[in-house]
């Protein structure tokens, strides 16, 4: 991910260790002829550490060469292994009978603000709380007084009730107007979880004081929705930490909501993706000394293990790459010691006839040590590097999830160009030209804008398999931040069925898009004097070239779009990722699947 770097830092850090280290200097004198995108033998062959999952890889993918294939698993630096814990496993069920008789641990009740006037008597003039109210013998309005509950967003109050078929009732506050969106309803699945862990409870009932305030067309939507935000509040990753929370919740009834086979199939397409997203935020938080590019390839390959009737792997190593002439994506790995892998899943449905060809394609850099313009000083956030791979874990969240969802009538392309951006002697420098495998020349003037290399030949590898269209997805600039701050994702496409495409996806998952111009008069910053390109320009548009940059390795009679997720992968207040754009990418390719 680009931002600000200082190459003096990156200098002085390598004087310092070729001074200490006289067999290192021995090393990169014996290199000294190599190519800068070359890997040593010794690299290519360098062991591969113990897997990031829960379960052993128990069926070896289709390789086109695998450097992990012949070589014994090595432990993680630091002797750290992820805890085996079982995400949430929640069974969900739609009902319309009559709430007030559900015995269980909580019912949840959520009420907006209007739904707190009271009459002239005092009573609730809302029905379904007036009916609760009276079979609690005035509990329920005497606590939201007491408590000063409002029914604004955020708020909650929960009693305990003796003697009652439910043992705490709960009231959760919406805010002015009913959940008519997909957030709102996750919102309110959030907070259920949120009550429900607070009270231990193993079964829980959600109830809409006013259901008829959600709109017609997203009433089927929103005990998905609701379910999938329960689910993902619930969640909370301990896999590094020594004590793990344990989750109590498994079943929730939802009322009010419609119920039959539509909303039955919504709901279990609710935790279908929910492991999806959760598998995506999984990755990101593993850190880069458990998760390298070789773990992450165990990782994609498990997928096509577990869903081996629609999905297979490729994964291809060093020398495969070169063949494919792949000189972009190879020098940003050249330093490290940890060998990239090129990632190739492909989804096929049962029974063939498919329809339509989509590539998705991510960013998948397990570490962003910004290269020789090393990330210094504050803000650069060097120790979420991490997170670099985030375009990578919503591929393979998305990836999971259609595994188990298993549309019909498309083909998917899952294909991540994953390596290390690190700093040694064989490593890519300033000023130095890489050729990407479509021919094209790229003078790097910032090694720290090293994403938008991978993602070229990616890009490149894509178009070859013949697809109609190509999403990209990177944490690729400081600049989209900037521009839309934390929480929304910037998209460009010179496509505007694509854009639409994506658009109305995006409605149904919730999450945050942006459309952003792609200006070709920006090109002229990225002109070399003597390669094709320079891989950055100005600090003004920075988000704009770097898609403009992109843009050179897509073939034109193929729809593409290029989203830059950098603000929106990473949750600053509880310090974890978010699994953004697993939601949008399942209902992208579903949508296609359908048309």
């Known amino acids: 991910m680009a931002t600000a770097a200082s190459t003096s830092a990156a200098t002085v850090l390598a004087s310092r260790l070729l001074r200490r280290s006289p067999r290192l200097l021995r090393r990169l004198g014996s290199l000294s002829c190599a190519p800068p995108a070359a890997l040593s033998a010794r690299q290519s062959s360098s062991r591969c550490p113990a897997p990031l999952g829960r379960q052993q890889l128990g069926h070896r993918a289709r390789m086109g060469h695998s450097t992990a294939a012949s070589a014994a698993p090595a432990p993680a630096l630091g002797l750290t292994k992820p805890n085996a814990v079982e995400p949430p496993q929640v069974t969900f069920s739609a009902k319309d009978v009559e709430f007030s008789e559900w015995k269980g641990d909580i019912l949840a009740v959520a009420v907006t603000e209007k739904d707190l006037s009271k009459d002239a008597d005092s009573k609730f003039e809302n029905a379904v709380l007036k009916k609760l109210d009276g079979q609690l013998g005035g509990l329920l309005s005497e606590a939201a007084a007491e408590e000063d509950f409002t029914g604004k967003a955020g ?3 929960v009693l305990r009730l003796p003697g009652q078929g439910f043992k705490r009732v709960g009231l959760i506050g919406l805010g002015q107007n009913a959940p008519s969106t997909a957030a709102a309803c996750r919102g309110l699945g959030e907070s259920v979880a949120s009550v429900a862990k607070a009270a231990q409870a193993t079964s829980a009932a959600i109830v809409l004081a006013s ?13 998905a929705a609701i379910a999938s935000g329960t689910v993902l509040g619930l969640y909370e990753d301990s896999r590094y930490k020594s004590e793990a929370k344990k989750v109590h919740l498994k079943q929730v009834d939802l009322f009010g909501l419609g119920s039959g086979p539509e909303v039955d199939k919504k709901l279990k397409y609710a935790n279908d993706l929910s492991s999806g997203v959760i598998f995506g935020r999984e990755l990101v938080n593993s850190p880069a000394n458990v998760l390298t590019p070789a773990v992450l390839a165990e990782e994609a390959s498990k997928i096509a293990s577990t869903y081996s009737d629609v999905f297979t792997a490729t994964i291809l190593d060093v020398e495969k790459c070169k063949e494919l002439k792949m000189g972009s994506y190879l020098a940003v790995a050249a330093a490290s010691a940890n060998p990239p892998h090129f990632i ?8 063939g006839n498919v329809k339509r060809k989509l590539a998705i394609v ?6 962003d040590s910004g290269g020789y313009n090393i ?9 979420l590097m991490k997170f ?4 990578s874990a919503a591929v393979f969240g998305a990836a999971k999830a259609l595994g188990q969802i298993k549309p019909p009538g498309v083909e998917v392309h899952f294909i991540v160009a994953a390596c290390e951006n690190m700093i040694s002697g064989t490593g890519m420098r300033p000023g130095d030209i890489v050729t990407a495998s479509n021919g094209k020349t790229i003078e790097v003037n910032n090694t720290d804008a090293e994403g938008r290399l991978t993602l070229a030949d990616a890009l490149v590898y894509a178009c070859n398999q013949g697809v109609e269209k190509i999403i990209d997805l990177a944490t690729l600039t400081g600049a989209c931040v900037v521009a839309l701050g934390p929480s929304i994702a910037g998209i460009f496409t010179p496509s505007d069925e694509l854009a639409k495409e994506v658009t109305a996806a995006s409605e149904i998952s919730g999450e945050k898009f942006w459309r952003l ?6 090109w002229e910053s990225m002109k070399s004097g003597v390669a094709d390109m320079v891989n950055t320009g100005g600090r003004q548009g920075g988000s704009i070239t770097a898609a403009l940059f992109l843009k050179q390795y897509v073939d034109e009679k193929v729809q593409w779009m290029h989203i830059d997720m950098a603000g929106p992968v ?7 990722a978010t699994g953004f754009g697993v939601s949008t990418l399942v209902e992208w390719v579903l949508k296609n699947s359908s048309s």
């Open 362 to 367: 991510g960013k998948g850099l397990t570490f």
């Open 211 to 223: 259901p008829g305030g959600i709109q017609e067309e997203f009433k089927l939507n929103a005990p």
């Open 517 to 522: 111009p792609l200006e070709e008069s920006y």
């Open 388 to 391: 670099d791979m985030g375009g």
């Open 375 to 383: 990330k210094t000083g504050p803000g650069c956030s060097i120790e």
């Open 344 to 351: 190739h899943l492909c989804y096929k449905p049962t029974g």
């Open 155 to 157: 708020q909650s109050v």
């Open 570 to 576: 990473w949750n600053d207040k509880k310090r974890a």
